[in-house]
């Protein structure tokens, strides 16, 4: 169980959550448990998501998508929104990797190796159903088209309101041999 304790409704053991959740969900989730609010506070990304969590089946999410990516310096950018999921950019490979391998009872196992399905070429868009297709191996970019476009422009939207990425030049000062090995703060 990842969401346990007293405050957990009877009724919610042993069941799954299949509304999007985002990791800047957590702080007004828990903050709320924890008694608090966000209210006076500057706009959060993050979603309350605990009545989605412990309430009844029925209680949606109120996360409907997650921007995974923008990423100029590789032309790479990805969403998720309900069971959509688009891929934009070179991506090196069509295939998918096989779910690890019980070894023991505590032992997974699972290599690059494992990579299934014929090599080809890449695709620079790819559209999942991740809901009937959680291991992305049908691309539905020509089947869905309105999908398609309906996502690049949500893509767009983020990308309006993105701040460049900056890399500094390295400076050797910073080397992790100067400081026994670890890369730590050098001024």
């Not at 448990?33 to 966000?38: E, I, K, M, R, S």
């Not at 959509?84 to 391998?101: E, I």
């Not at 159903?129 to 999908?147: F, G, K, S, Y």
Request: proline fraction near 10%; hydrophobic fraction near 35%; include cysteine.
């Amino acid at each position: 169980a990842f969401v346990t304790g007293k405050g957990v409704p009877a009724a919610k053991a042993g069941t799954k959550h299949t509304g999007l959740m985002h990791i800047t969900d957590w702080f007004p989730t828990l903050l709320r448990v924890a008694g608090g609010n966000t209210k006076g506070s500057f706009p959060l990304d993050g979603y309350d998501q605990w009545d989605a969590v412990t309430g009844p089946q029925n209680v949606k999410s109120p996360r409907e998508e997650v921007l995974c990516n923008i990423d100029k310096l590789s032309n790479n950018s990805a969403i998720r929104r309900g069971d959509w999921k688009l891929v934009v950019g070179p991506q090196q490979y069509s295939g998918w990797y096989a779910p690890p391998k019980l070894v023991s009872d505590r032992v997974l196992s699972s290599s690059s190796s494992s990579l299934v399905g014929a090599p080809t070429p890449p695709n620079t868009i790819s559209l999942f159903n991740v809901t009937a297709d959680p291991e992305e191996r049908n691309n539905l970019v020509d089947q869905h088209p309105e999908v398609v476009k309906m996502l690049l422009d949500r893509i767009a939207f983020y990308d309006a309101g993105s701040i460049p990425a900056w890399s500094p030049p390295n400076d050797p000062e910073s080397d992790p041999k100067y400081f026994g090995g670890a890369w730590m703060p050098w001024r």
